[in-house]
Each structure stands twice: as structure tokens, then as C-alpha cells.
């Protein structure tokens, strides 16, 4: 089937009470790990591209994989969303490529670091919003700042510097009309996230309930929600590696938040412990190999496997069946009539 919107699945994930997973990608190992994850958990998916990675694999690189990827997995209903757009025009090139979602991060400024106003956020992301209803595109936006910073992107810090007000929230959604919203409850992009397993002193689940009460039909989004598993983690300091102790958002929490209109759950970071893992594993204990395949399927399976274990743990496995994809250009007439809403 043809790459769909993520409008279709969240909305199906609402009705169902589950979450999707959104893994990030940058070349053809980690996006054939996730569709075999999926077809072996018959799950939908969500793949998505941060600007570095549409700069690493030159844009037309990673589009033909993921034309690779619904001609190879025609039973999974899969999206391609860009991550982190950092102004209008990225989301409209992401468009013109052929993207089926994409995320206006107007919390932040076009230089993806400094935290911006209020109207400047309401003003790009209408102004995306706009071009790609139009198409049937979906969008993401984003009120509050993360902590951390990935690929360059990202405010720094914490995470609690700008958690997200639920009162601006509600504001922002019926100023914007985002089909979906990212929110700071004190998660952080990258490894280091926590310096302890979270409470809720750091982890601010209390502020998630309160803006889904809010916006009880929002879509929410968790950025920065790998678990960082201690496994992973032990994997690679054992061959060679040198990660400082640290913990992430642990599974139940967003399972939690799941329970609370969470739709979209990011997951990086323990991917890229995973696959790093399985590489350092077999250039230590056989220093003799040196064909790149010795090593990168290894690593895609070690991708897979966390990949397959977070669509279950999520509750989208088994749900790719019951989607019958919706023509961008049937979902462009629907926003139209407005049989969409925020
Ligand atoms: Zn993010």
C-alpha cells in the first residue's frame, strides 16, 4: 500500500487506545529493521526523518527506501513524517518529497535551538498547517521545549526549563489546528535523560493528564521517550564503549501516558544503543572481520528486536489489519469539509 497519512493511524490508535511508536531513520539497515519488526508484530509504523537525516542520506536516498519499503511490506500501513522541522519551508520541501506527516517544531526558532514566542509558534505552524491539509498531510507541532539537543536540534538543558503550560496548550491547538502536539513534561533528547529512574519530580506525568483533560481529542506526542535499557547500555561498555551510568523514560510511564492521549511515542536513542552494541560486540570478539555485512546484520537484528518489543509493549501490534489506507487526496477533501478536526 502507499505510504499514509499519520493522521489515519492516530486517529485509529485513539479509537483503539493505543500508541505508535515513531523510530527514526537514516539508511536502509534501520528502515528494514522496523518493517520487519512490523511485519512480524503486523503492526502499522511510524518512520521518520530529522533534517540531519535528510541531509546524511541526500533526501532522495532514504524517499526510495521507504518506496522500497511499502513495495516490500504492502500489509503495513506506514507513514514517513519529518521530525523536527525547524521552519515552514523544510515541512513544504518535506511535502514536495512526498512525506505523509510532518512536525512544525515552532517551539523553537529556525535555528532549532532557541526557544521562540508564542506567536511565532501559532504563526508557522498555521502557516504549514494550511499547505498541508491542503495535500492531505498531517502535522505535528510543538508547545513547550524538550530538554537535551539531537542532530543540532534542540533547546538544551534539562528539560524542565520550558515544560508545557496546559493552559497554552488548549490555546494553541484551536489557534493552529494541529492534527497533533509534542508536549514538555520534562523528558530530554539523546542518552541523558536522567541522572536517576525518574519520579515525578522529573518526569511530569501530572501535566500530561491535565492537557489531556484539556484536549481530551488531541493527539499527544512524546519526544525523547527511549528507555535507555540498562542491557543495551551494559552491551556496549562491556566491548569498549564508555557511556556515563544514565536512565530514561521508563516503559510503564508511557504506557501511562498512553492510558492519557498519548498517540505517537519517539524512540531513538535505545535503537542506536542497540545497533552500536551488536557492532562493537562482533569487531571485539572477532577482530578479523572486515566485511561491513559481518557487522550491520547483526545490527539490524538487535534493531529489530527492540523495535518488535516496543510496538507490543505500545499496543499497536496486531492493529495493521484493521487499517484500509485513505488516499492523501481523500484526507485533503475531508480536512475541507472539516470531517477532520483539532
Ligand atoms: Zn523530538
Redesign the pocket.
Known amino acids: 500500500m502507499p505510504l499514509v497519512s499519520m493522521r489515519q493511524l492516530l486517529d485509529e490508535a485513539a479509537k483503539g487506545g493505543y500508541g505508535v511508536g515513531a523510530f527514526n531513520v537514516n539508511n536502509m539497515e534501520q528502515i528494514q529493521a522496523i518493517m520487519e519488526a512490523a511485519r512480524e508484530t503486523e503492526s502499522p509504523v511510524i518512520v521518520q526523518a530529522s533534517r540531519g537525516a535528510r541531509s546524511y542520506s541526500q533526501d532522495k536516498f532514504l524517499y526510495h527506501l521507504m518506496l522500497a519499503a511499502t513495495e516490500l511490506y504492502p500489509e503495513i500501513p506506514t507513514v514517513l513524517h519529518q ?2 522541522g525547524n521552519s515552514p519551508e523544510t515541512c513544504k520541501s518535506a511535502i514536495e518529497l512526498g512525506f505523509t506527516s510532518v512536525m512544525m517544531d515552532g517551539s523553537l526558532q529556525a535555528d532549532g535551538k532557541t526557544p521562540s514566542s508564542y506567536e511565532y509558534n501559532v504563526d508557522v505552524t498555521r502557516q504549514v498547517v494550511a499547505t498541508a491539509h491542503a495535500k492531505g498531510v498531517t502535522v505535528e507541532a510543538e508547545i513547550g521545549c ?1 530538554g537535551g539537543i ?1 542532530d543540532g536540534h534542540g533547546a538544551g538543558g534539562s528539560g524542565m526549563e520550558h515544560l508545557t503550560d496546559p493552559g497554552e496548550a488548549e490555546r494553541f491547538v484551536k489557534d493552529t489546528h494541529c492534527d497533533a502536539l ?1 508536549i514538555a513534561i520534562g523528558t530530554s ?1 539523546g542518552a541523558y535523560k536522567f541522572t536517576r529512574k525518574p519520579d515525578g519530580e522529573v518526569l511530569k506525568m501530572d501535566v500530561l493528564i491535565e492537557i489531556h483533560k484539556r484536549l481530551p481529542k488531541t493527539h499527544l506526542v512524546m ?2 521517550s527511549s528507555s535507555v535499557p540498562k542491557d543495551l547500555q551494559d552491551i556496549i561498555n562491556k566491548y569498549g564503549g564508555s557511556l556515563k551510568p544514565t536512565w530514561g523514560v521508563p516503559v510503564e510511564e508511557i504506557q501511562l501516558g498512553i492510558k492519557n492521549g498519548v498517540r505517537k511515542i ?1 524512540v531513538d536513542t535505545d535503537n542506536r544503543l542497540a545497533m552500536t552494541g551488536a557492532i562493537r560486540k562482533v569487531l571485539m570478539e572477532t577482530p578479523e572481520k572486515f566485511d561491513p555485512r559481518d557487522y550491520m546484520k547483526p545490527a539490524r537484528d538487535a534493531m529489530k528486536k527492540v523495535v518488535a518489543q516496543r510496538m507490543v509493549e505500545f499496543g499497536q501490534a496486531g492493529k495493521a489489519k484493521s487499517i484500509i489506507p485513505i488516499p492523501l487526496p481523500e484526507m485533503a477533501e475531508m480536512y475541507k469539509k472539516e470531517l477532520v478536526g483539532a
Open positions: 521530525d523536527h524538550l539531537e509534542a533528547h519526544h525523547g519517539n
